[in-house]
């Protein structure tokens, strides 16, 4: 072969091989996304380091000239995995970056799960974080990882607002465990569910590395897609650059199915399980006889306990309504059931662990009705209704978003409903647990029967529905009652619009395995607009047949009854 040629082969090569600020790895660092990094300030060399790779390479390689022991403590992650890494104890970041590396000690790292909480729209599929695990001490010392909103004051519908349109900013804080078990398995009494991740030993230093790097590096935050969920993928990339985490979450990135991403690339564990102060004292006044649950009832200082169960018991009562606000702290009376309670006996019970959320249904769903006069299509983007298996899921919630119905009447194809956010939480108060039972709807359906100026496509009506009351438990069925407000407007109302006040009355159960049933009715009585009746009774069954398949039954009166037969199947 001629020098020319060997040239020539030389320049092709060199030319066909990415340089360093092209790789997937140096993106990944960045966290870029298309041509851009997600995160917006307070990380970056280079003034338009979030917009230029190749910027941000030749201002690192400029620190790196003037002060490698700077650069390597201001950005660790970025010399350990490049290999120049060094430090200088003297430099004041280097004393930092120091102290912080040593107080995880991390040997590996975790996926923490924290159940829904469906009266926070920020946390209501449920929160993930990470947590750095250390054999050198106690596991409530580990340091943890979270990803979050910065919302301030604002509340209410504005929260909302903020929270779907990118309103707000978000950044990553560390804390030790500790902290997050008083935040969710006490003060809003979720559990957990704890996953190890398949990373080395050197891949959960780099972590480390990196979360020091982003010690204030702010990020959007949008409760759908850009969330704890998916920027906890995002932060994982960087030791694992080739695989595309975040890829599948175009529209809203679900904590579930996160988890379940990082399943399908073998670097999920076995979870373990570490109950609320909630789930425990659930399971703890189920166990009583009726004497001790009348003993727990009428403890009084002047009066010692008969079971020294009961003590302990009435302790993590007091202690679950000091957290929730419900009663002052009463120190006389916390001291007399410590001094009550037998030290061998005050861990009698154990919680029994539920299914692993991973087990429930998947969270998309498309399901085809049958009824005489109509055929349906229906697609939902997420997660649970009430007759949806409840193995894994919060009992006594709803929550569906972009929920879709499609129909073919005659010759006729049209939406028939879109809801575009539906919550409903009926969770049965008790005596030991004072719960509200409340609903909201936004979206648009079809009212045919309400109007004789539509057919089709223009009889849809835009709706905002919501409801407050409670929730009873008797003979392992639910009964509810709330009171509702609806608000719908549409040019098929001879009046545009109406705003109805009224009740809603229901009961849901189990039947047998597999199997639930709901039935409720409400009436609207009119305060504005179209002067029409309303009242109607709905109902259903459902059947598993497996994991991801269900068969419906579904029953609705108004006027005139309808009865419709479907397959669902979660994917």
């Known amino acids: ?34 041509s851009k990094s997600n995160i917006l300030s307070g990380f970056f060399l280079a003034p338009n380091g979030s917009v230029s790779l190749a910027d941000e390479w030749q201002a690192l390689e400029r620190l790196k000239k003037e002060n490698i022991a700077e650069a390597s403590c201001r950005y660790p992650a970025r010399a350990l995995v490049y290999g120049w890494y060094q430090e200088d104890k003297n430099l004041e970041i280097c004393r930092r970056w120091i102290h912080y590396r040593d107080s995880f000690a991390a040997d590996q790292i ?78 809003e009494n979720r559990d957990f569910w704890i996953y190890p991740l398949q990373f080395s030993k050197q891949e959960v230093n780099i972590l480390v590395a990196h979360s020091w790097e982003l010690r204030d590096a702010i990020f959007p935050y949008y409760f759908l897609k850009k969330n704890c969920s998916y920027y906890l993928l995002d932060f994982l990339k960087v030791v694992r650059p080739g695989i595309p985490l975040t890829k599948p979450f175009l529209f809203w990135a679900v904590p579930l199915d996160t988890i379940r991403e990082l399943k399908s690339y073998n670097l999920l564990g076995e979870a373990r399980y570490r109950p609320s102060r909630y789930s425990k004292l659930k399971y703890k006044w189920n166990q009583l006889s009726k004497e001790e649950l009348k003993d727990v009832r009428e403890i009084e200082i002047a009066n010692a306990p008969k079971y020294s169960d009961s003590a302990s018991i009435a302790y993590e009562q007091y202690q679950y309504e000091i957290e929730r606000k419900e009663r002052e702290r009463n120190t006389e ?6 001094n009550h309670m037998k030290e061998e006996r005050q861990n009698i019970f154990t919680v029994p662990e539920p299914a692993d959320p991973l087990e429930g249904h998947n969270s998309s769903r498309l399901a085809f009705y049958y009824e005489r006069n109509f055929l349906e299509l229906n697609y939902r983007g997420t997660l649970h209704d009430f007759l949806s298996n409840s193995d894994a899921y919060e009992e006594g919630s709803e929550l569906s978003m972009g929920d879709l119905y499609l129909r ?164």
């Open 408 to 571: 073919k009447k005659k010759e006729k194809i049209f939406l028939h409903r879109f809801d575009l956010l539906k919550l409903r939480s009926l969770s049965p108060t008790s005596f030991w647990s004072k719960k509200t039972s409340w609903y909201f709807l936004i979206g648009a359906a079809g009212d045919e029967e309400d109007s004789i100026r539509c057919s089709a496509w223009n009889c849809l009506q835009a709706r905002l529905e919501g409801g407050y009351g409670l929730t009873a438990e008797f003979l392992h069925t639910k009964f509810f009652f709330l009171a509702e407000t609806a608000f719908h407007y549409g040019s098929s109302l001879e009046k545009s619009h109406r705003f109805r006040l009224g009740p809603r009355i229901g009961f849901y159960r189990d039947l047998w395995n597999g199997a639930k049933w709901i039935t409720e009715a409400r009436q609207l009585f009119l305060l504005t607009g179209d002067d029409t009746t309303y009242r109607e009774i709905t109902g259903g069954i459902s059947q598993t047949l497996i994991r991801n398949f269900e068969a419906r039954v579904h029953f609705y009166y108004r006027n005139k009854s309808q009865l419709k037969f479907g397959l669902a199947y979660y994917f």
């Open 110 to 187: 975790e996926l923490v799960l924290a159940s829904a909480f469906i009266n926070s729209p920020s946390s209501m599929y449920g929160h993930t974080l990470l947590k750095f695990r250390s054999s050198k001490k106690n596991e409530i010392l580990d340091y943890t990882l979270n990803y979050g909103a910065e919302t301030g004051s604002v509340v209410g519908l504005p929260y909302v607002w903020k929270g779907l349109t990118g309103g707000f900013s978000g950044y990553f804080a560390a804390a030790p465990f500790y902290l997050k078990i008083k935040e969710y398995n006490f003060v």
């Open 1 to 34: 072969m001629s020098i020319f040629a060997l040239l020539l082969l030389r320049v092709f090569t060199v030319f066909a091989e990415p340089l360093d600020w092209q790789g997937d790895q140096w993106k990944a660092l960045l966290h870029f996304e298309g």
């Open 333 to 338: 009376y916390e001291n007399y059931l410590m």
